[in-house]
């Protein structure tokens, strides 16, 4: 019999319960990007359940994460809030179809969702959505994003840029896709557009390999914000430009969001959430450099063979950290009812 291959949440057989690294002050995180959802087992006429929102709830709990704001399905808001009150806060993805179905589409989800109470609207635009339409400053986006200033929402989330790694994979046809540099174009008109948003560019603003882009960015737009969001992606570009973005955060610690991008999908071992949440705190609060635990399809392989990237912990100060972990998202999200 041949040994079975190790799970993808951990290929260097870490000790997840080794966390005498993490820093004993921290208190009540908040995961401004997550995907809570109901899930289906596969099959035809299955219900959803709440199994696995159960297990992620529980494993953030463990890792101090007291508040997530989630992604999911309008149908699926009820049932979630109804199970754990106000740790969750819903954020509404706003998309089509695809780039012929009618504008209305969209305005009958928006709707759902801020009957529903969303505090966030998400707008997915990575370059692969390019061909659906999902482009982020597309006519009835800029609508939606007026309609939802119009219901009380304050913030917008967006989802820009990818990996500069598949630019030359993924995306390398660019004139279907168009070049990682354009892809902000759309997001500064909105940013002007709209000056009175707040505008979370998930994961890093797309682009942790660039901390000098995202540097101007910061400078630039006073109503900008990035999450810290998607595991692999941060482990391995925040590690490899370690000192370039520790610097950045402590001189713009208020720019600076935690996030997971945590997904709960049916059939998920309990220890999947746990390898990400370990390793997002890691790579924060501590000064530790391990081997990422998770597999990696874009790290190329270095020299010494190993099939993960480095993780190299940030140590981010104890003010800073407490800002990306907590504080910012918390003035946030209770703003709302300030302004509105
Ligand atoms: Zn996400």
Known sequence: MTPSAPPEYNVTNQDYTRRDHFRSDVSAIIDIHAHVTRTRPTGDGAEPTLDQADTMMAVA????????????????????RERFGNRLIFNGSIAKKNADAPDDDA?????????????????????????????????????????????????????????????????????????????????????????????????????????????ELIEHYPNLRFDTSAAKWQIREVSAHRDAVRALICRYPERFLFGSDLVTRHGLAREHYVSRYWCHRTLWESELQVRSPIADGDYVPGADGSATPLLQGLDLPGDVLDKVYRENAAKLLDSRDADS
């Open 61 to 80: 709990s463990e890792f101090g994460i007291h508040r997530i704001v989630t992604m999911c399905a309008a149908d699926d808001i009820a049932p979630l």
């Open 107 to 215: 305005y009958r989800v928006l709707d759902q969702f801020l009957t529903s109470g969303v505090r966030l609207l998400k707008f997915w635009s990575a370059p692969r959505g390019r061909e659906r339409g999902l482009v982020v400053d597309a006519p009835w986006r800029i609508e939606a994003a007026r309609r939802a200033r119009a219901a009380g929402v304050r913030i917008v989330m967006v989802h820009i840029a990818d990996p500069d790694r598949w630019f030359s994979t993924v995306y390398a046809d660019s004139a279907k896709f168009g070049t990682k540099p354009e892809q902000y174009a759309g997001l500064c008109r909105m940013l002007e557009a709209f000056p009175d948003l707040t505008w979370i560019a998930a994961h890093m603003g797309g682009d942790p390999e660039h901390p000098d882009h995202l540097q």
